[in-house]
């Protein structure tokens, strides 16, 4: 009964090619996210969405375009993956009203 | 900009010694300050947030505190469960929406 769910949990791939993580809260959250943890441990937000609606962008290339489906669902697709790219990707949910973020268990993603 | 800086980066204790950990931001203006916990292989897990200053959360061992300019999370008779990385985060009254966070402090307590 997991609150912020992400898939995969681990993604190994091959620079060049096209992948997706998904994400699903089940919290009822309005607004989702997508961080970033680099190998410093350092997170750092990257989108998040309120009803579907882009809110944040921050300077992330434009070969990552997250995808809301509706509001129980952000999906994270990146294309032509470089080595740089690898890093833990967390998924996160909170409510409109109130800052407190819950994140999922992250997607570790490697690229070779 | 928004900046977080957490010290000390690592923090090995014995069970039982009692110590705090620091935060200091510099934001623009505080909608809130956020500490989090973070286990190997794991997404980060609220434990709780500050407003104001003088403010202050306590949850079992743990007890967060709150100043214009930093917030502690002291940390009393630790166990050795009580091991992981400890984030801090601010968000901006601008209604940004999004935590800026620090690099955290691993915290180990030995047995």
């Known amino acids: 009964d997991t609150a912020v769910s992400q898939t995969p949990k681990y993604l190994v791939t091959q620079m060049g090619n096209d992948k997706s993580i998904k994400c699903e809260q089940n919290?009822?959250?309005?607004?989702m996210y997508w961080y970033k943890q680099d190998s410093k441990k350092f997170l750092k937000i990257m989108f998040s969405y309120n009803n579907k609606e882009l809110i944040i962008n921050e300077t992330v290339p434009n070969r990552f375009s997250p995808k809301s489906p509706d509001k129980a669902h952000l999906n994270l697709h990146i294309n032509s993956l470089e080595l740089g790219d690898s890093a833990v990707y967390f998924c996160a949910s909170s409510r409109r009203d109130t800052p407190e973020a819950f994140f999922g268990q992250g997607t570790r993603l490697t690229v070779v | 900009e928004d900046q977080v800086t957490q010290s000390p980066e690592a923090l090995r204790l014995q069970e039982g010694e009692s110590s705090s950990l620091n935060c200091s931001y510099t934001v623009s203006g505080l909608r809130g300050l956020f500490w989090y916990r973070q286990d190997p292989g794991k997404g980060p897990e609220f434990l709780f947030t500050l407003y104001s200053a003088g403010e202050e959360k306590e949850k079992e061992r743990l007890k967060a505190t709150l100043t214009k300019k930093e917030s502690f999370l002291h940390i009393t008779a630790p166990k050795p469960e009580d091991s992981a990385t400890y984030l801090c985060?601010?968000?901006?009254?601008?209604?940004?929406?999004?935590?800026?966070f620090g690099k955290g402090t691993k915290l180990t307590v030995n047995p």
């Open positions: 919290l009822g959250h309005d607004t």
């Open positions: 985060a601010v968000e901006n009254q601008g209604g940004s929406e999004k935590l800026v």
